[in-house]
């Protein structure tokens, strides 16, 4: 096995089937072989040591319960853009191109928070100026806030592989189906 392999990203699930986190091949097979986890689906390849070939495992879940707190996310560019969905808050023109805009500006004392900044495009924050939305008499599409924490935030922005959607609640198959009003089992 190249290292190539050795680099790949592995699924930590909780013992509950709870995504966790990602971590390298290298660290999933040391929890597989320290009994900390079991390999859930595997991967493409084998680890060979001197005396015996593992296959790389591609999810893993960990034997034992770890509680994780919620983290908040950090106040930054690429955050307040995805929070507002690459849209100005002020005309919702959909575009990569944006600034932030600090609602109360900062000349005016306002603070560098989640509820002060949104995303604005380059015609809407030059009309703007330093001035707040009312006296430049344009007003907010929505009220700027922290957005919600997600356990799961730190997985819905990379490339991920199809054999972890089953694990994934935001990408998994609905396993039922409504039928005239009642639930069904959905066919395999």
Known sequence: MGGDAL???????????????????RRALLLVLGQKAQPLELGSGEYHSVSQNFPIPSVIRLLYMVKRPLFTRRLSRREVFWRD???????????RELTLDHVVPR????????DNVVAACVPCNHRKAGRTPAQANMRLLREPMPPRANPYYHLMHRSLPDEWSMYLPWRAQPRHRVENGFVALAEA
Do not use: D, K
């Open 7 to 25: 680099s790949e990203a592995v699924l930590i699930l909780n013992q509950n089937y709870e995504p966790l986190n990602v971590c390298g091949v």
């Open 107 to 114: 000349v005016l004392n306002g603070p560098h928070t989640w």
């Open 85 to 95: 969905q690459f849209s100005c808050q002020y005309c919702g023109r959909q575009t």
